[in-house]
């Protein structure tokens, strides 16, 4: 994934620039960068590796040294940026956030044209740097980021800086979202609305659908009018965003909590505790305990001093390891009793399984296991969202192929989609018992879209439903 923030300012913009960047730091863990300009030093950039590390640590030097009144900054799970391009644009720095599916088939298309491309580690093209060449096929910043959205299959949104200001562009059907916030002597644009509070802005207004607006210190203009059309993505909510966040005016805790209530309402299994897997998972359970009337407690806590989110190694047996090592029971809240465990999502179910595991060997009695979403069952073709990189790592597409005896194809994924049909009350079932819960209850789809409080036609279910 990853998350990105921008400020231009009649002062110094560094210090907001910097810690808006910061705020983003639960959305990537590889890669950072911060870009800035002003009139008499023109641009200056630095990228770093912040897989071991925090965005604070690696970026303090550069916090102390840059200065400009106009900047760009982002988190990344993926590549470099921002980067720093020169066109017939002129000089330009540029960041994004989506999913492109055809990149090399754009590649193919530009690369006529006789532009290099320098490739990342795993051999792809930067997808951001791909971006870049598209606009500069076009005449001026408008038309070319317009192409950019119209040719790249998944979605885009990203920010520009300029000598003149920052061209902030939202994905057309506005699959990830961009805030603007205000303050006396300038404004920001943000991924995540709650980014600029302790920094002195107040909200001022969010993107639509794709729109393009160009922020300087004295406003922000709109260039293309917002479409009718959005489909922001449900995880937003589910998982990514972080609890004091909002999307489209619709607060992740509060949601959280919306989602929980209407698990309770549907359950009937009596535990002695209500917990959530920390920390996405807590809300939730919040929810579900306040509506059911069963405690809510905490049997284990996340480790987090010297555990940051960043470490995580990039092979998967090891992040398993690592997840579960952050995780310390307290016995006293654990042995002889009847637990309800709230997780955001079950992907390949290995960490919850092994949780289950070590908490039966911590004396728990029983482990009821209770999703906040339905069963992924497709991986997201939108964003870089799914949490695998294939979707036959997902346990309901391993299980479907078992008890299906092939590959399932589109129609039969969607049977087990019905959450009211057998074939999904086998899948459940079946999934209970390969991770050894007590009892396994996913939330519905429907629920989760009331949860939201926004019309469905406005959310990305992909992942859930398979309807585009």
């Known amino acids: 994934m990853g998350g990105f923030f921008a400020t231009a300012s009649k002062e110094d913009c560094v210090f907001d620039l910097f810690f808006g960047v910061d705020y983003h730091s639960h959305l990537g863990t590889r890669r950072a960068g911060l870009a800035v300009y002003d009139e008499k030093n023109g641009f200056e950039r630095a990228i770093h590796n ?56 754009i590649v193919d298309k530009i690369i006529k044209s006789n532009v290099h491309f320098f490739e990342m580690s795993n051999g792809d093209v930067n997808p951001t740097e791909l971006v870049a060449s598209i606009i500069n096929q076009k005449e001026n910043f408008i038309d070319g ?25 939202r994905d057309k059907l506005g699959r990830t979202p961009i805030v603007i916030g205000k303050k006396e002597d300038g404004y920001c644009a943000s991924f995540e609305s709650f980014a600029y509070l302790n920094l002195g802005y107040a909200d001022c207004r969010e993107l639509g659908p794709g729109e393009i607006v160009v922020m ?59 917990a959530g897997v920390p920390d996405s998972g807590t809300a939730h359970a919040i929810g579900y305990a306040n509506e059911s009337g069963f405690p809510f407690s905490r049997p284990f806590v996340k480790y987090t001093p010297t555990w940051p989110r960043s470490f995580m190694p990039t092979h998967q047996s090891k992040r398993n390891l690592i997840a579960k090592m952050k995780l310390i029971p307290i016995h006293d809240l654990i042995e002889g009793k009847s637990l309800l465990l709230i997780d955001d999502s079950i992907v390949r179910g290995t960490q919850l399984r092994e949780t289950t595991e070590f908490l039966y060997a911590s ?91 926004i019309g469905e036609e406005k959310l990305c279910t992909y992942c859930w439903s398979g309807k585009e």
């Open 145 to 169: 980021i317009r192409y950019a959205q119209e040719i790249i299959d998944g979605s885009l949104s990203m920010l520009i800086l300029t000598p003149k200001g920052i061209y902030c562009a």
């Open 363 to 453: 004396g728990a009695k029983e482990v009821h296991i209770r999703p906040a979403c339905p069963p992924l069952l497709f991986g997201c073709k939108y964003l870089n969202f799914s949490r695998t990189s294939s979707e036959m790592e997902l346990i309901t597409r391993r299980v479907i192929k078992k008890l299906e005896g092939k590959d399932p194809d589109d129609a039969t994924l969607k049977e087990y989609a019905d959450p009211d049909s057998d074939k999904y009350k086998t899948m459940v079932d079946e999934i209970g018992k390969e991770l050894h819960f007590t009892s396994l209850r996913y939330n519905r789809l429907d629920d989760l879209i009331e949860s939201v409080g």
């Open 50 to 105: 912040i897989e071991n590390a925090p965005f604070r640590t690696k970026f303090t030097k550069e916090s102390n040294e840059m200065h400009g009144t106009l900047g760009i900054g982002c988190i990344s799970d993926f590549e470099a940026q921002p980067i720093l391009v020169r066109s017939h644009h002129g000089t330009f720095a540029i960041t994004t956030i989506g999913k492109i599916n055809n990149a090399n088939e």
């Open 216 to 274: 300087t210190a004295d406003g922000v203009k709109t260039l293309v009018a917002p479409g009718k059309d959005m489909k922001i993505c449900t995880f937003l909510w589910v998982y990514y965003g972080y609890p004091s966040s909002s999307y489209e005016g619709i607060s992740v805790e509060k949601m959280r909590y919306n989602c929980g209530k209407l698990l309770a309402r549907r359950d009937n299994v009596k535990p002695d505790i209500v």
